[in-house]
């Protein structure tokens, strides 16, 4: 059994490469992917070799945490049957290409543990559960603090801003979102997209970074209220710092998000199913996954191309 997936060489050297499967076990499933995702923080970093050491780092490897398809083999102990939609959050099934995070292939193999079976009706548009989560699990401090205080501040309206401030505005809260480039300020639905030299406020009690840039924190400390918080939900490349007076002024206390966990996923799946958590007009850009290159490259160069996708129908 074989695969078409997308492989990095190396730093910006991209290929479509036909890779070997293992034979699944009695917990393992097997599944056709229609659509993945691509990443324009982490998986930019791989891209352009900026990517600071992590768990299973190196080349040649298969990127992707934003796959959806359907399954083809389900083992005994998988807990899915044939048929079934799921998403993938990735898949480490190459043999000696290493998987990270492994789900732009046309056919994963996986531990049935690992997905979470989603409704048909999403298509292309369950791949965005991923960022979802990610969202959650920065507002709902992944279980590990009494109280959150949500974002009235979101800086950065990619997908994941945007996700931020659906459910900030789901929660009653009325977020602002600052926003560089011009191209990406509009498509807010129901809080205002801000360029920062336009907005005088310096009284934000919760201030969510999610541009990944690593020199923001002293422009964001300035805007805190005294013990006001900055959640860092982007993924950074270089080394943060910051000027200590004025934190220690304000009392700024500063935390990081981690990657989503199972239970976030299953949230924003119920919200999504139930229609109070909308996916749409977050995917902007289509290729046919025989196009990846071309894909990258407008994912990572095209300031208009929130969300991109690869389509894996056809490809054998």
Same mark, same amino acid.
């Given at each position: 059994m074989k695969t078409l997936a997308v492989v990095l060489q190396q730093p910006e050297r991209l290929l479509l490469e036909r890779l070997p499967l293992p034979e699944p076990g009695d917990d393992d499933i097997v599944v056709d992917i229609d659509y993945s !995702?691509? +990443?324009?923080g982490t998986e930019r970093l791989l891209f352009n070799g900026r990517m600071p050491h992590f768990p299973g780092m190196g080349y040649p490897l298969v990127p !992707? =945490? %934003?796959s959806v398809g359907r399954v083809v083999h389900a083992g005994s102990r998988s807990g899915h049957v044939v048929g079934e939609? *799921?998403? *993938?959050? !990735?898949? $480490?099934? =190459?043999? %000696? *290409?290493r998987g990270l995070f492994g789900g732009t292939a046309s056919r994963v193999v996986t531990a049935g543990s690992r997905v979470v079976p989603v409704s048909e009706r999403l298509g292309e548009r369950a791949v965005l559960l991923a960022l979802a989560a990610t969202a959650y699990h920065a507002v709902s401090g992944g279980g590990l603090r009494p109280a959150v205080a949500p974002p009235d501040l979101i800086v950065g309206h990619g997908v994941l801003g945007r996700l931020l401030a659906r459910m900030t505005v789901l929660a009653g809260g009325q977020p602002v979102v600052w926003e560089r480039n011009a191209e990406r300020a509009g498509g807010a639905e129901g809080y205002a997209v801000l360029h920062p030299d336009e907005d005088p406020r310096r009284d934000y009690r919760s201030i969510y970074d999610v541009s990944g840039d690593a020199t923001v924190l002293d422009s964001l400390i300035s805007r805190l209220v005294p013990g006001g918080e900055i959640v860092?939900? !982007?993924?950074? +490349?270089e080394p943060l710092s910051f000027s200590f007076p004025p934190a220690f002024m304000r009392e700024a206390q500063i935390r990081a998000a981690a990657e989503w966990k199972r239970p976030d996923m299953l949230a924003v799946k119920h919200l999504v199913d139930t229609k109070v958590l909308s996916l749409d007009g977050l995917i902007t850009h289509r290729e046919p996954a025989t196009q990846a %290159? $071309?894909?990258y490259r407008t994912a990572f160069g095209d300031a208009a191309c929130l969300k991109m996708v690869l389509d894996w129908r056809g490809c054998a």
């Open positions: !995702g691509i +990443s324009t !992707g =945490y %934003e939609t *799921v998403f *993938v959050p !990735g898949a $480490r099934c =190459y043999g %000696e *290409v860092l939900a !982007g993924f950074y +490349s %290159e $071309r894909a």
